[in-house]
């Protein structure tokens, strides 16, 4: 139809395919897979950062994506690995109070995670009811770059407890409950849920003690990230009574950072691991409270905020991560299809109408140097060749099959061919000049048919189409 052949239709699916590369290209730019592994940055040997990053690599392995842990000397160390680009690091646990925002562009949270306690373990018959009695004290406050060690300075300098007043070691986690067992430090300061390892090993041996906070409440004033917590008593253990009397505890939260590129399928991974792992009930928080988007220290991800506002998308509740990224594509390919096609779709008509046109102008520009050469002298065999080239272009016009609703075109061109055959069997029946038609005269007749050529070869469109009926 229309002059279509082989070629038209191979250079019409080449078309097709380069545009379907091309969308193939922008889409995996504007919205690419997940990556396969990703970097989280935990804390050292024994921290409760390093038991929860455990944890999530199990939840992340069941969806196929490799959650690699960095082992790290704490939060601060943390934190400058997920601003450098370099680092690989991607997500990181970190504590409260240690930075902000403002501070660290181009880093959002992804939400609270747990109360974060702060433990003060010793070896003493004697109790320890004030900070000040650690004055001269031998303490474990983790290594530097920790969040254990950025909490304890900044407490205990409240108290004047300092690398001046006292001996700062920088033990932490596992390494700081041996240096305890064996005599090297007097006090262990630790950051953690009474799940840690560390923790729970120092909480039941009987030959260590845990310092009570009388003065919980005016470090809760003092520090704008410090809570109060309670310790029940036998809240660890009923038989033998751990702890043996109430504890009145401080501490902060954790959080959980991430780059603000991370992809949105990790972001949502990352989520449900937080929520699985956090979202029970345990000494220190009720059930359901963490993780929850109540950062006030970090702007909060819109993927975050959505997420515990109204739950996985409908996409991630029912399709595997590999698939939902294709879906999504699917998806914006539909909706830029949709958003293009209807506009042009009002446009389709008047553009195959020209298109109509475009193919009977070459019939029409052909037409046009035949009725040409009528107006110079010619004999019979230029005659009898016009004759033959008249009949190539009504079988090529009828060869087009041009659609009943634009009969008018087709009809136009069918007459004006019809006046310069009728001008052509005059020649050929009269080859004396003076028997000739005048040019002028026959323009006259054509517009008594209806029909007539511009100048330039187009279609005159003032003139009214011919009603002859469609030939078979």
């Known amino acids: 139809m229309l002059g279509f052949n082989r070629w038209h239709l191979f250079e019409f699916f080449a078309a097709m395919l380069g545009l379907v590369a091309i969308v193939c290209v922008a889409l995996s730019y504007f919205i690419p897979a997940a990556p396969p592994t990703v970097i989280l940055a935990t804390g050292f040997r024994g921290s409760s950062f390093e038991a929860f990053g455990r944890k999530y690599q199990e939840v992340l392995t069941r969806s196929h994506v490799d959650l690699g842990l960095r082992e790290t000397s704490g939060a601060l160390e943390n934190l400058k690995l997920l601003q450098d680009p370099r680092s690989g690091v991607q997500a990181a646990l970190v504590t409260g109070g240690i930075s902000n925002g403002a501070e660290a562009p181009g880093v959002v949270s992804l939400g609270l995670i747990d109360n974060n306690p702060f433990w003060i373990f010793y070896l003493s018959k004697e109790p320890l009811e004030r900070l000040s009695q650690l004055r001269g004290k031998r303490i474990a406050v983790g290594p530097p770059g920790s969040g254990t060690r950025f909490a304890a300075e900044r407490i205990l300098g409240k108290a004047g407890i300092n690398s001046a007043t006292a001996t700062l070691l920088p033990f932490g986690g596992s390494a700081a409950v041996d240096a305890l067992k064996e005599g090297a430090v007097d006090v262990v300061w630790y950051n953690g849920g009474p799940g840690a390892s560390a923790v729970h090993e120092l ?61 949105p399928e990790i972001v949502y991974l990352l989520l449900q691991a937080m929520k699985q792992v956090h979202g029970g009930k345990e000494i220190f928080q009720n059930a359901g409270e963490f993780p929850n988007g109540r950062d006030t220290e970090y702007p909060v991800a819109a993927s975050a905020s959505d997420f515990y506002k109204d739950g996985p998308s409908f996409l991630q509740r029912h399709l595997p991560l590999w698939l939902n990224v294709y879906v999504q594509r699917a998806i914006a390919v539909l909706l830029t299809a949709i958003a293009v096609g209807l506009p042009l779709f009002s446009y389709a008509p008047r553009l195959y109408r020209w298109f109509v046109e475009y193919r009977l102008g070459s019939i029409y520009r052909s037409l046009r140097i035949v009725e040409a050469d009528l107006q110079a002298d010619i004999d019979r065999e230029q005659i009898a060749a016009l004759a033959v080239e008249l009949e190539r272009l009504d079988r090529e016009i009828n060869d087009l099959k041009v659609p009943m609703r634009h009969s008018d075109i087709f009809f136009r061109v069918k007459s004006d061919l019809h006046l310069v055959r009728m001008r052509l069997d005059a020649q050929r029946s009269d080859p004396v000049p003076e028997g000739r038609l005048d040019h002028d005269e026959l323009r006259s007749t054509r517009h008594g048919h209806g029909g007539r050529l511009a100048a330039d070869g187009d279609f005159d469109q003032d003139s009214p189409p011919v009603a002859m009926p469609a030939e078979p």
């Open 203 to 263: 909480l039941q041996n009987p030959e260590v003690r845990l310092m009570d906070f009388p003065l919980a409440e005016a470090f809760t004033r003092s520090f704008a990230d410090v809570s109060r917590f309670e310790l029940p008593k036998g809240a660890i253990s009923i038989d033998p009574m751990i702890p043996p009397d109430d504890i009145t505890l401080i501490g902060t939260n954790a959080k959980m950072l991430i780059r603000s590129d991370l992809h």
